[in-house]
């Protein structure tokens, strides 16, 4: 009987020696578990991407200098890499004109490509300047090189998804490759651009 009950004593206090020891090593694994969200947050999924495409719809005028007022529609595509409150601009533009005249049809038009504009942000507000290899046919001459420009403008939506602007471009042809009668004059683009 005496056999029994050490055996009984013993078995008894070696289970409850083991079950004494598994549970601390338990509580820690279970206190060192972590959990990770299987979504991204809301702000990460909705940080806009600064830079943006962009198709642009516009006038110009084709001579700043006469009271007389030119206008020529015209369209653009372009891609605008922001950084900061700086961006570069890098775009081509067409605009186009034709009218009848006693002397027959006239053909007038402005294009750009590539034009390279840098553009300076204050606010939604900004301005910059550039140059663009570009050709000019009016009535009085027919020209192809570089045109410098400087542009204003105003953001809208700057940090949304789908963006906008309002641009006033001026340009002045500087260094013919080919030119046919006078440098042209001036000319000044007002456009409208939507992208993402």
Do not use: C, H
């Not at 027959?104 to 910059?128: C, H, I, M, Q, W």
């Not at 090189?145 to 001026?170: C, H, K, M």
């Amino acid at each position: 009987m005496k056999k029994e009950i050490t055996t009984a004593i013993l078995t008894l206090a070696t289970a409850l020696g083991f079950a004494q020891e598994a549970i601390p090593e338990v509580l820690p694994n279970i206190a060192q578990i972590q959990t990770t969200p299987a979504l991204p947050s809301i702000k990460e999924k909705v940080t806009p991407n600064k830079s943006f495409g962009y198709l642009r719809m516009g006038v110009s005028d084709s001579n700043l200098q006469t009271t007389s007022i030119e206008m020529i529609p015209g369209f653009g595509l372009g891609y605008r890499f922001v950084s900061g409150s700086s961006a570069f601009d890098i775009s081509g533009s067409f605009n186009r004109r034709e009218t009848i005249t006693d002397e027959g049809k006239e053909r007038t038009y402005l294009y750009t490509v590539p034009k390279v504009n840098y553009l300076y942000y204050v606010d939604s507000f900004y301005a910059g300047a550039g140059a663009a290899w570009g050709g000019v046919k009016t009535e009085d001459t027919n020209f192809v090189g570089i045109i410098p420009n400087v542009a204003v403008g105003y953001e809208l939506n700057r940090t949304g998804t789908l963006r906008s602007f309002v641009q006033l471009d001026v340009s002045q042809p500087a260094i013919a490759a080919l030119k046919n009668g006078p440098i042209p004059k001036p000319f000044a683009e007002i456009s409208f651009g939507a992208g993402f």
